[in-house]
């Protein structure tokens, strides 16, 4: 790897790490506010002029940072479902440390990677799809489980097998398919979380702060950052990037499938770092499927897969639900796999090394 001289720039072996630029505010990444693309392109460009940053179709170790979810509805303080950690600003601490990352490390990620949680008001998860005997919807975090369904407690309102153009018994036939589905994969129960990441919506964009680093680093490397939506089926969650939780319904047919596209980018990097929201559903369920189509690629694949530890939280409501240890868990399973768990402080060398 070819190295400029930097007085302000940190070399270790053969990374080299570039400075803050001074635009970037740790204080508003837990605000919302309209990123300057025209001046963040000049500053880009400046920025690549000055501390010879090369182009990412040069690079020789090439290195995917794969963005989970880090959006508004996920990491603004006050928005829909924020991150909070046990710490209470999870998602707004991560977020800080993950756009230090990404600009200390402009020269040596190759390319971006995001992920955008994407819904609407009818989906299984949210309140409208379901309703109790005496037509109440239920209220969000409701877990609905698989005996909830069998003994009627919940079913799915005809109004929105209206509004989604489905026959109402096949969808009461189908929620019971899915909830038994849900149950036999040993992951969560159906939960009925709140209205969150609506498309066209402000919950819906990137923060602003990642959003600026992203576009920054786009500019500086020539890198063209690569989005992802998911979620949009009424009928299944979609925590994972790589499929749904749900692919089939009972009769067979095809609801959503894995994304070979996305696996088959990422498989082409020698490191894929991760980070984003949250660490115990979207995240942890990435991963797992991430590390299962390395692993049938080839099993040496998962040691690729390089876990952001401190740019990322899990779900914690207080005194309703806290995922902390259940989050801790998987990590330790996918280093027990062979995935790494590392901190974003730590310097790209010592990761390349271990490879």
């Not at 800080?96 to 040596?108: D, G, K, S």
């Not at 939506?229 to 790589?242: N, R, V």
Request: charged share 25%; hydrophobic share 40%.
């Amino acid at each position: 790897m070819l190295l400029y001289p930097c007085a302000e720039c940190f070399t270790v072996g053969m990374v080299r790490e570039l400075p803050i630029p001074p635009h970037f505010s740790p204080e508003t990444v837990g605000e919302v506010w309209k990123v300057d693309y025209t001046k963040r392109s000049k500053d880009a460009r400046s920025w690549a002029s000055r501390y010879g940053i090369r182009p990412a179709s040069e690079d020789e170790l090439k290195v995917a940072l794969l963005l989970i979810d880090v959006q508004n509805t996920f990491c603004i303080p006050g928005f829909e479902l924020f991150v909070a950690g046990r710490s209470g600003l999870g998602a707004v601490e991560d977020n800080v440390r993950l756009c230090q990352f990404i600009y200390r490390n402009l020269e040596n990620i190759t390319r971006i990677y995001l992920t955008m949680d994407t819904h609407q008001a009818y989906q299984i998860f949210h309140e409208a799809f379901l309703i109790d005997s005496d037509g109440n919807h239920p209220e969000p975090y409701t877990v609905v489980s698989v005996e909830d369904v069998r003994r009627g407690r919940w079913r799915v309102d005809p109004e929105a097998c209206k509004a989604l153009g489905i026959d109402p018994q096949y969808a009461q036939r189908y929620l019971i398919h899915y909830v038994e589905s849900l149950e036999r994969s040993g992951k969560y129960e159906l939960t009925v979380w709140p209205y969150h990441a609506m498309l066209g919506g402000i919950g819906h964009a990137i923060v602003p702060a990642v959003e600026e680093a992203v576009f920054f680093h786009s500019i500086a490397r020539r890198s063209q950052p690569f989005i992802r939506m998911k979620g949009m089926h009424p009928l299944t969650e979609h925590y994972s990037a790589i499929g749904p939780e749900v692919k089939v319904d009972h009769e067979g047919r095809q609801l959503g499938a894995v994304d070979r596209e996305l696996i088959e980018e990422l498989s082409r990097y020698d490191l894929v770092l991760v980070a984003g929201q949250a660490k115990s559903h979207c995240v942890a369920w990435t991963v797992e499927d991430l590390i299962s189509a390395f692993r049938d690629i080839d099993p040496e694949y998962v040691r690729r897969v390089h876990l952001l530890e401190d740019c990322t939280s899990p779900v914690v409501v207080r005194g309703v639900v806290d995922y902390t240890e259940r989050a801790d868990a998987y990590f330790r399973k996918f280093a027990a796999e062979g995935a790494r768990v590392v901190r974003s402080t730590e310097s790209l060398s010592k990761w390349i090394a271990g490879f």
